[in-house]
């Protein structure tokens, strides 16, 4: 069974800093591939980072590549985003999701079966 819920997102201006956190409760063996999802009502959009299991490996997409930083702690059960420099199109809802896909990439919301509730992330210019 996993559990996911993310921390209380935020309001920034363009430019400025976020950082989301994912708490986990993960009743397994094995570490699961962990991403962050974007959404937008009515708006499809891929997700924008991903973490291996082990947290060797990570997939960006190119809208925040070199803005965005994800990580993990598997000892604390914690995946984080860290967004710098962001734009407002940046604000979205954001999920952390997990499951045991491979490869890891956070290419489409259907591959993951797990989700949190969501946290809100304004930009404004």
């Known amino acids: 069974q996993v559990r996911l819920a993310e921390s209380v997102g935020g309001s920034v201006q363009a430019g400025g800093s976020l950082r989301l956190s994912c708490g986990t409760s993960i009743y397994s063996g094995s570490s699961p591939c962990m991403a962050w999802f974007p959404q937008i009502p009515g708006k499809q959009r891929g997700g924008v980072a991903a973490?291996?299991?082990?947290?060797?490996?990570?997939y960006y997409a190119d809208s925040v590549k070199g803005r965005f930083t994800v990580s993990r702690d598997n000892a604390k059960n914690t995946l984080d985003l860290q967004m710098n420099s962001l734009k407002p199109e940046d604000t979205a809802m954001y999920y952390c999701a997990a499951d045991w896909v491979a490869p890891c990439l956070a290419d489409a919301a259907g591959r993951f079966t797990y989700w949190g509730q969501g946290t809100q992330v304004t930009v404004s210019s």
């Open positions: 973490i291996t299991g082990g947290g060797t490996a990570t």
